[in-house]
Antibody, heavy 119, light 106 residues
């Protein structure tokens, strides 16, 4: 049973960079596609990006070029960077594993980490 | 972007009721449609993948159907633990979620 644990700063200043890590246990990060999803307080889910260790990746056009996702196989981690943050980036950020392929459903999720953007 | 519209946005029902939630895509998505359940303070949990495949461990009272643009999630006999928010998600192209359906106790 794969387990995911997000980590990173809970508070980020406006215009700075949000950096999060997701540590995967129970399986190799090389095996699957991985996604980041976020949920503003009291609101719905928004997909941010997905990636495979082969380099296959895609991100939400609404976030344009602010998003970078990476995979570190030596640490079995998936990472997210979001630049030039504003208050609208305040959300619970989740990492999740794809069931099968880039178009697969998300069958394992981390517990999420709240990131607040505020000065 | 493919827009996903769920209806209703909220629903009140009683234990034992049969409920149906609808998800409509703004364009064709085949069966690249998945359903999640989220309870307050928790991450979403995958219930059904590819429109109708029940995930292991999910009770058989949950059923998904549909293809193309119109999909439904049916819960045949509501249990207390089913009161939650349900989301659909399409992965035919850049993934998008529906706005959610909050299922509340009547």
């Amino acid at each position: 049973q794969v387990q995911l644990q997000e980590s990173g700063p809970g508070l980020v200043k406006p215009s700075e960079t949000l950096s999060l890590s997701c540590t995967v246990s129970g399986d190799s990060v090389s095996t699957y596609y991985w996604s980041w999803i976020r949920q503003p307080p009291g609101k719905g889910l928004e997909w941010i990006a997905y990636m495979h260790h082969s380099g296959s990746t895609d991100n939400n056009p609404s976030l344009k070029s602010r998003v970078t996702m990476s995979i570190d196989t030596s640490k079995n981690q998936v990472s997210l960077k979001l630049i030039s943050v504003t208050a609208s980036d305040t959300a619970v950020y989740y990492c999740a594993k794809h069931l099968m392929g880039a178009a697969g459903a998300l069958d394992s999720w981390g517990q999420g980490t709240l990131v607040t953007v505020s000065s | 972007d493919i827009q996903m519209t769920q209806s209703p946005s909220s629903l009140s029902a009683s234990v034992g009721d049969r409920v149906t939630i609808t998800c409509r895509a703004s364009q064709y998505i085949s069966t690249y449609l998945h359903w999640y359940q989220q309870t307050p303070g928790n991450a979403p949990n995958l219930l059904i993948s590819s429109a109708s495949s029940l995930q292991s461990g999910v009770p058989s009272r949950f059923r998904g159907s549909g293809s193309g643009t119109d999909f439904t999630l049916t819960i045949s006999s509501l249990q207390p633990e089913d009161f939650a928010t349900y989301y659909c998600q399409q992965t035919y192209s850049n993934p998008t979620f529906g706005q959610g359906t909050k299922l509340q106790i009547k």
